[in-house]
């Protein structure tokens, strides 16, 4: 049993092993390349472009304001109203510049329309929103040097992209026209629809307008920044990383606003949600491991057929072993192939019927073998049973008084009567070995009483001879499985054996121990006696 169910699981494995490492080799390849493209190339590229994108529609929206406002400045009925004197200037006048800054806010479609003076005094203000003077100071002070001036700037948690043109008339600068617009959610809203990215505009650690729909994910981009911030406070890193946000994944590329202040924190945040670019790969995941698994339950179904064609034949050819070891030569074997296993089970069988004939001839001279040892034996039995009896009775002197002479020759009678005994108990005992007649009693005994009646046994048979007998027998922890009686008599003979050969003043040694939890009986002589 335990062969076949090596075999079976060997053929198993050599089904199963090959399929299932190559798909798991195909699964691997392919994760790792199309994850590397796709991290590292195509989501990085598409960043990057989309970054370039935002930079360009940032920097035409700032030349479109610039554009809007130097057409304003350069229109007759705005700059004619600066030109005017203090002195000409009323509540008429302030409301004149009013609507007029309101006509021209509907061309240029800004959050913040401010007009000011030549000394930077806010003579009307329309949009939205309004700058305040230090916020709008230093595009002031560059536009009333006669420089146009363009940047971002930030007041109360909002970002503004701004742009200051000088009204210059008869060659002085008359006023200063202020246009700006926000930098908030709709404009990251704008970009997004146009780059299909997720877009964050921050003022230090404040969120101006984003395109994320998480609060959890807003937070995460806050510790992001906040993060650079830390690692470098100098510049910030140009590199695209990775960010965690609710679950989600995205590669983040922070930025400062074009136009804004080196110094300052106004900063944009472009986000790529690495899952969902990543979902076809999923897909594909899933359906190699579906592949995969339909493969291996294949390949399962195919070991299992390949080895029960296999084995079947193979298990009958083993069940007919055992029985032939059993002594049956009749165990049917039931496969009918015309293959190359089949031609096994052919030759299998005709060899047990070989087996069997010779086996049977075996037994037929074992028998009669057997028979002629025992009856030899009983043949014995009745001459030494007479001579024993004739022994007896001239010892006793019932045929009259025995001189000394006689007694010894009668002594040595006796062992001569007792060895022929002991060889008619031998021949039986042979015979029915021989004829698998010997039924053993194996019974738990001590093995050192054993020995020792045994040593005794072989003394007394050879009584009369000087040799010594040395048993050496250590105490054992436990009980061996003996027959006592067959146990006694082999050891009793090979004793008796190396007691008759031994030389005069020899030594037997008997040693008896435990080797592989089988017990070891060795009887041996030490000087010249049987040779080897």
């Given at each position: 049993?335990?062969?076949?169910?090596?075999?079976?699981?060997?053929?198993?494995?050599?089904?199963?092993?090959?399929?299932?490492?190559?798909?798991?080799?195909?699964?691997?390849?392919?994760?790792?390349?199309?994850?590397?493209?796709?991290?590292?190339?195509?989501?990085?590229?598409?960043?990057?472009?989309?970054?370039?994108?935002?930079?360009?529609?940032?920097?035409?929206?700032?030349?479109?304001?610039?554009?809007?406002?130097?057409?304003?400045?350069?229109?007759?009925?705005?700059?004619?109203?600066?030109?005017?004197?203090?002195?000409?200037?009323?509540?008429?006048?302030?409301?004149?510049?009013?609507?007029?800054?309101?006509?021209?806010?509907?061309?240029?479609?800004?959050?913040?329309?401010?007009?000011?003076?030549?000394?930077?005094?806010?003579?009307?203000?329309?949009?939205?929103?309004?700058?305040?003077?230090?916020?709008?100071a230093p595009l002031l002070r560059q536009a009333l040097a006669r420089h146009p001036a363009a940047a971002?700037?930030?007041?109360?948690?909002?970002?503004?992209?701004?742009?200051?043109?000088?009204?210059?008339?008869?060659?002085?600068?008359?006023?200063?026209?202020?246009?700006?617009?926000?930098?908030?959610?709709?404009?990251?809203?704008?970009?997004?629809?146009?780059?299909?990215?997720?877009?964050?505009?921050?003022?230090?650690?404040?969120?101006?307008?984003?395109?994320?729909?998480?609060?959890?994910?807003?937070?995460?981009?806050?510790?992001?920044?906040?993060?650079?911030?830390?690692?470098?406070?100098?510049?910030?890193?140009?590199?695209?990383?990775?960010?965690?946000?609710?679950?989600?994944?995205?590669?983040?590329?922070?930025?400062?606003?074009?136009?804004?202040?080196?110094?300052?924190?106004?900063?944009?945040?472009?986000?790529?949600?690495?899952?969902?670019?990543?979902?076809?790969?999923?897909?594909?995941?899933?359906?190699?491991?579906?592949?995969?698994?339909?493969?291996?339950?294949?390949?399962?179904?195919?070991?299992?057929?390949?080895?029960?064609?296999?084995?079947?034949?193979?298990?009958?050819?083993?069940?007919?072993?055992?029985?032939?070891?059993?002594?049956?030569?009749?165990?049917?074997?039931?496969?009918?192939?015309?293959?190359?296993?089949?031609?096994?089970?052919?030759?299998?069988?005709?060899?047990?019927?070989?087996?069997?004939?010779?086996?049977?001839?075996?037994?037929?001279?074992?028998?009669?073998?057997?028979?002629?040892?025992?009856?030899?034996?009983?043949?014995?039995?009745?001459?030494?049973?007479?001579?024993?009896?004739?022994?007896?009775?001239?010892?006793?002197?019932?045929?009259?008084?025995?001189?000394?002479?006689?007694?010894?020759?009668?002594?040595?009678?006796?062992?001569?009567?007792?060895?022929?005994?002991?060889?008619?108990?031998?021949?039986?005992?042979?015979?029915?070995?021989?004829?698998?007649?010997?039924?053993?009693?194996?019974?738990?005994?001590?093995?050192?009483?054993?020995?020792?009646?045994?040593?005794?046994?072989?003394?007394?048979?050879?009584?009369?001879?000087?040799?010594?007998?040395?048993?050496?027998?250590?105490?054992?922890?436990?009980?061996?499985?003996?027959?006592?009686?067959?146990?006694?008599?082999?050891?009793?003979?090979?004793?008796?054996?190396?007691?008759?050969?031994?030389?005069?003043?020899?030594?037997?040694?008997?040693?008896?121990?435990?080797?592989?939890?089988?017990?070891?009986?060795?009887?041996?002589?030490?000087?010249?006696?049987?040779?080897?």
């Amino acid at each position: 049993m335990t062969v076949r169910a090596s075999l079976r699981t060997q053929i198993l494995l050599l089904a199963v092993l090959p399929p299932l490492v190559l798909g798991l080799a195909v699964l691997a390849t392919v994760d790792h390349n199309v994850r590397h493209h796709v991290d590292g190339s195509s989501i990085h590229e598409s960043l990057e472009h989309s970054v370039t994108v935002f930079e360009s529609m940032f920097n035409t929206r700032s030349r479109e304001m610039a554009g809007g406002a130097r057409v304003v400045v350069q229109d007759p009925r705005f700059f004619s109203l600066l030109m005017l004197s203090g002195g000409q200037r009323d509540s008429r006048f302030s409301a004149t510049v009013r609507q007029m800054a309101a006509d021209f806010s509907h061309i240029t479609q800004t959050d913040v329309f401010e007009v000011l003076d030549r000394r930077g005094r806010r003579l009307a203000s329309v949009g939205a929103a309004s700058l305040t003077p230090a916020t709008r100071a230093p595009l002031l002070r560059q536009a009333l040097a006669r420089h146009p001036a363009a940047a971002v700037v930030a007041q109360d948690g909002s970002q503004f992209q701004a742009v200051a043109t000088p009204v210059i008339a008869d060659g002085r600068v008359v006023g200063v026209l202020v246009l700006a617009a926000r930098v908030d959610g709709e404009l990251a809203r704008q970009v997004r629809s146009q780059v299909v990215c997720e877009v964050t505009f921050v003022d230090g650690r404040t969120v101006c307008g984003t395109t994320l729909r998480s609060p959890r994910e807003v937070s995460a981009v806050i510790a992001h920044v906040v993060d650079l911030e830390r690692r470098s406070r100098t510049q910030l890193p140009p590199g695209i990383e990775q960010v965690v946000a609710a679950n989600n994944r995205y590669l983040t590329l922070v930025r400062r606003l074009p136009g804004s202040d080196p110094a300052g924190d106004q900063i944009y945040v472009m986000q790529r949600g690495i899952d969902r670019e990543m979902s076809f790969l999923n897909v594909m995941q899933r359906d190699m491991l579906v592949l995969a698994l339909v493969a291996l339950l294949l390949a399962l179904a195919s070991g299992f057929l390949v080895s029960g064609h296999l084995l079947r034949p193979l298990q009958a050819l083993v069940r007919g072993a055992k029985a032939m070891e059993r002594g049956d030569y009749t165990q049917p074997l039931g496969v009918r192939r015309r293959d190359e296993i089949g031609y096994l089970v052919e030759r299998f069988d005709a060899m047990r019927q070989h087996e069997r004939a010779y086996v049977s001839n075996l037994e037929h001279v074992s028998r009669l073998k057997s028979d002629f040892i025992s009856v030899a034996s009983y043949e014995l039995r009745t001459p030494i049973s007479g001579l024993a009896s004739y022994c007896g009775l001239l010892a006793d002197g019932s045929f009259g008084p025995v001189s000394y002479a006689q007694a010894g020759a009668l002594a040595t009678m006796r062992q001569l009567v007792a060895r022929l005994t002991s060889v008619a108990d031998d021949a039986t005992l042979v015979a029915q070995v021989q004829g698998e007649r010997l039924q053993l009693d194996v019974t738990r005994c001590d093995v050192e009483p054993l020995v020792s009646l045994a040593v005794a046994m072989a003394m007394a048979q050879g009584s009369g001879r000087p040799v010594s007998v040395k048993v050496t027998c250590p105490p054992f922890d436990r009980p061996a499985e003996v027959d006592e009686k067959a146990f006694t008599h082999a050891i009793t003979h090979l004793v008796g054996t190396a007691v008759h050969f031994a030389p005069d003043g020899g030594e037997v040694h008997v040693r008896v121990a435990v080797t592989d939890g089988r017990l070891r009986v060795v009887v041996g002589d030490v000087a010249a006696g049987i040779p080897a």
